[in-house]
Every structure is written in structure tokens, then in C-alpha cells.
């Protein structure tokens, strides 16, 4: 059992940055970490990933704009979020995988708006 606790989110203006924080309760050295968000009145959608050996991917949308980062020692993994947009308003999850096992942390609202 993993918990995951996300922080880091607010609300920034428009081309404003954020780094958001996942710290799990346990190791994570072996598990694919992620990020999702969910926009108001839409579905929860991919944003990127993190696999152990340290391979990421990106939703086109944020391609370019964030990145995603891991610190095994700290079971830690973070998303930093450049050039914000008022469509990256959303609530962003955490996730681990390993294998067929899944975690969701709480979720962190972030909200980008003048």
C-alpha cells in the first residue's frame, strides 16, 4: 500500500509557474509515477509519466511547458509547470503504478487566472 499526498498547487497568473509535489509513504524506486488533472465539468485526462529508469512522457498539451521529475531517495516525485495557461486549470492527481497495483493521491487545485 502506497499513499501519496500532492502539494504545491494555487493560483498563479497566466505564463506563471508552479511545481507541484508528490510524497509517497513508501519507496517508489520501482514504480511509474504520473500526473493527472481534471478540468471542471471534464474527464480526468494523462498529463506525464515518470518510469523508474527515469523515462518521462508528455500530453502534447504540456509539452514544452512542464516537466517531470523524481527523487527515489526522498520518494518524491514533482511536476514543474512553466508558460501556465488558464486551460491548465484543473485539479492534478498523483499516481503510482506497479504492476496491477494503482495508488491516487488527493489531488491539488491549481488554478490559472487573472
Known amino acids: 500500500q502506497v499513499q501519496l499526498v500532492e502539494s504545491g498547487g494555487g493560483l498563479v497568473q497566466p505564463g506563471g509557474s508552479l511545481r507541484l509535489s508528490c510524497v509517497a509513504s513508501?519507496?517508489?524506486?520501482?514504480?511509474?509515477m504520473s500526473w493527472y488533472r481534471r478540468a471542471p465539468g471534464k474527464e480526468r485526462e494523462y498529463v506525464a509519466f515518470?518510469?523508474?529508469?527515469?523515462?518521462?512522457n508528455y500530453a502534447d498539451s504540456v509539452k514544452g511547458r512542464f516537466t517531470i521529475s523524481r527523487d527515489n531517495s526522498k520518494n518524491t516525485v514533482s511536476l514543474q509547470m512553466n508558460s501556465l495557461k488558464p486551460e491548465d486549470t484543473a485539479v492534478y492527481y498523483c499516481r503510482a503504478t506497479l504492476g496491477s497495483f494503482v495508488y491516487w493521491g488527493q489531488g491539488t487545485q491549481v488554478t490559472v487566472s487573472s
Open positions: 513508501g519507496s517508489i524506486f520501482s514504480h511509474v
Open positions: 515518470i518510469s523508474g529508469g527515469g523515462t518521462t
